[in-house]
């Protein structure tokens, strides 16, 4: 049998089949010490699912106690003694949440769910209607755990109808059970709608529920949930317009910036966005996207016809070394000017009314600071951790990582 360094020669590159023909009492030994790199040591420890060496326990359990070790390493740990109830006290207790190590909370919570702790629920529903997988999925584990143990109707007792975690775990219960979800699309808390809608399976009931959702909101969400299931633009455009075409109106938004916005953004936007957007991007003719490399030319052009020395256009990506966006970056005169992939938008990093005059003599649209901070009401976009409404300036010369 060939050596754990071999068996797991650099991060990420593991032979989990072979790990799991190493003896369980070198697996944990291995593990038990934190000299060894953490990347080796954590597909040992799921190497060892199933067959822990008892005498072994103690020795892995300090690796969980240790704050010190790493938090890959501690958090496989927990999973793996997932049955030990002498671990419940220690999860329990205050200090747990003074560690701040990455991921370590969700893990602790997740545990004490693994374990039978009912006064975790309802820390576990918060979890569980995380935007973050990550999160989310610990929080399913936890409370899922909890179900198995107690049964459905003491965990949703427990947890109640008030927060809408509480109501979103209630309705994927259901769902799971088989269970009708639709009315649930009139849930006063979007993400709570959203996730019914998602779960919907009854092109026919959801069509039914049109004429009886207490909502207009409810309706576009049961038209949404439709699409999601026939995907006919057709009959979502019909509903659109007997509901009277309802939008969110957004002062000082003009048509131009308000179609390149939705239909970027619209579709994909996130849980807590008013469902408007979403039917309006899919009812609405999209704008004509331009040619960026005839749309770049043209800037370049007009920014060396007023001697500003315009540098090739690089996008947005490029420019930050990493992710990408929606815009292109040219550097002319003293400062950078930004063109949006969206439409015939511009806009500069500074006031530079010469790139200015330029560009809107080539037929470009300049985003002036005013038009730029105009918010986008209930359009919630993923940006660097956040998910609210955004500015047009954002939206028109947007970055990500």
């Known amino acids: ?8 020669p650099q991060a990420g590159r593991d032979d989990t089949a072979t790990l799991r023909e190493v003896d369980a009492e070198e ?3 291995y593990v038990a010490d934190p000299a060894h790199p953490w990347w080796r040591r954590r597909p040992c420890v799921i190497a060892l699912t ?6 072994y326990v103690p020795e892995l359990t300090a690796r969980i106690y240790d704050a010190d070790d790493t938090g890959e390493v501690r958090r496989a740990l927990l999973d793996l003694l997932a049955d030990r109830a002498e671990l419940l006290p220690w999860l329990r207790h205050e200090d747990r949440r003074a560690d701040t190590s990455f991921g370590m909370a969700e893990a602790f919570l997740k545990a004490r769910g693994m374990l039978g702790d009912r006064s975790a629920a309802r820390e576990l529903a918060t979890l569980a209607a995380s935007p973050w997988q990550r999160v989310s999925a610990a ?3 936890g409370l899922d755990a909890l179900v198995d143990r107690y049964g459905a109707d003491a965990i949703l007792a427990e947890l109640g109808v008030e927060r809408p975690e509480d109501r979103a775990y209630r309705v ?4 799971r059970a088989d269970q009708d979800v639709t009315d649930a699309l009139a849930d006063p808390d979007r993400a709570v709608a959203h996730l019914a809608q998602s779960l919907s399976t009854d092109a026919d009931r959801l069509r039914a529920y049109l004429d009886e959702a207490p909502t207009t909101e409810a309706k576009l969400w049961a038209a949404y949930g439709l699409y999601g299931l026939t995907e006919d633009k057709a009959e979502t455009r019909t509903i659109y317009e007997r509901l009277g075409s309802p939008r969110v109106e957004v002062e000082d938004l003009d048509e131009d910036l308000r179609a390149a916005i939705v239909h970027e953004y619209g579709h994909g936007c996130e849980r807590p966005s008013d469902p408007r957007w979403r039917i309006e991007a899919l009812c609405t003719d999209p704008p004509v996207r331009p040619d960026m490399e005839a749309q770049l030319r043209r800037a370049t052009t007009a920014l060396t016809t007023a001697g500003l020395a315009p540098k090739p256009p690089v996008s947005c990506g490029e420019d930050n070394q990493q992710g990408g ?6 550097e002319a005169g003293e400062g950078r000017v930004l063109i949006s992939t969206l439409g015939p938008f511009a806009t500069a990093e500074n006031d530079d009314t010469a790139a200015r005059r330029a560009l809107e003599r080539a037929g470009f649209r300049w985003i002036d600071a005013e038009t730029g901070a ?22 028109l010369f947007y970055w990500q990582d």
Do not use: H, K, N
């Open 374 to 395: 105009i918010r986008v009401t209930d359009l919630c976009v993923y940006y660097f951790g956040g998910r609210g409404p955004l500015t047009v300036e954002t939206l």
């Open 1 to 8: 049998m060939r050596s754990i360094e071999a068996l797991i």
């Open 50 to 55: 199933g067959r822990v060496p008892e005498r």
């Open 27 to 29: 697996l944990a030994r």
């Open 139 to 141: 929080g399913e584990a």
């Open 325 to 330: 966006g929606t815009f292109y970056v040219i």
């Open 172 to 175: 994927l219960t259901r769902y």
